[in-house]
């Protein structure tokens, strides 16, 4: 699954002294284009097995001299984020996915090459490797599509609200919030700002993969 970050998004509701408005700054920004997608895998048992960020990058639109910063996630994004995936699966998770039938359940996001989601996974250079070693020692690899509207079902989006939560308590940090309105050199106030942004997330990344998504929220998926 994925899920997107915005340096200009934050809490609607603030605490301030009574007959004083609740005023917090954000970066200003014209639009949300400067959005950060993470795509991330997760397991029931193992929790996060692999996650990316896809920041936004300097693209020129047609009939502008100066490029601008803009999302980039897409389905050549998607590809080869499950193309590394599966060499994650062959490095770092070879010993648990031995003999076993791994399956990838994927929702119906257009970037997914829906509903011909297995053979654009076909085309990936390291899907031969994963099938070899998995056929090799009694597994197999298997595709399968969510049942649509069906979000309750994606483990992903639970974790997906534990990063969340994380990165807005990281965000909210003093430090971190001053660091996103400091001023960079002329021409980098975006990317440093980016940089920023891309910082809470790895944080809050790493605390979940540390200790693993909010416990109640798990137990609402398993039931």
């Known amino acids: 699954d994925e899920m997107g970050f915005y340096m200009t998004m934050r809490r609607t509701r603030g605490r301030a002294p009574r007959g ?9 920004q014209s639009n949300l284009s400067y959005k950060l997608e993470l795509a991330l895998v997760v397991h ?37 984020y499950i193309d590394e995936l599966f060499d994650v699966l062959l490095t770092k998770w070879k010993a648990e996915i031995k003999g076993k039938t791994v399956v990838l359940v994927l929702d119906g996001a257009p970037q997914h090459g829906s509903p011909n989601m297995a053979n654009v996974l076909k085309e ?7 099938c070899e070693y998995l056929t090799t020692t009694g597994g197999k690899l298997s595709v399968s599509q969510m049942v649509a509207n069906s979000p309750q079902l994606n483990l992903c989006e639970y974790y997906n609200r534990s990063i969340r939560a994380h990165a ?27 940089d920023v942004l891309s910082s809470i997330v790895s944080k809050a990344v790493t605390t979940v993969t540390h200790h693993g998504a909010q416990p109640s929220s798990l137990l609402c998926w398993k039931d």
């Open 20 to 28: 004083e408005r609740a005023v917090v700054p954000t970066p200003p």
């Open 44 to 80: 029931p048992v193992f929790g996060i097995v692999h996650a990316k960020q896809f920041p936004p990058e300097k693209k020129k639109r047609p009939g502008k001299k100066e490029a601008t910063f803009k999302g980039t996630w897409d389905g050549a994004h998607f590809r080869a």
């Open 124 to 130: 990936l250079s390291n899907t031969a490797r994963l």
């Open 168 to 194: 807005n308590r990281e965000r909210h940090n003093p430090t971190t919030a001053t660091d996103l309105l400091t001023n960079a050199a002329r021409g980098q106030v975006i990317q440093h700002r980016i």
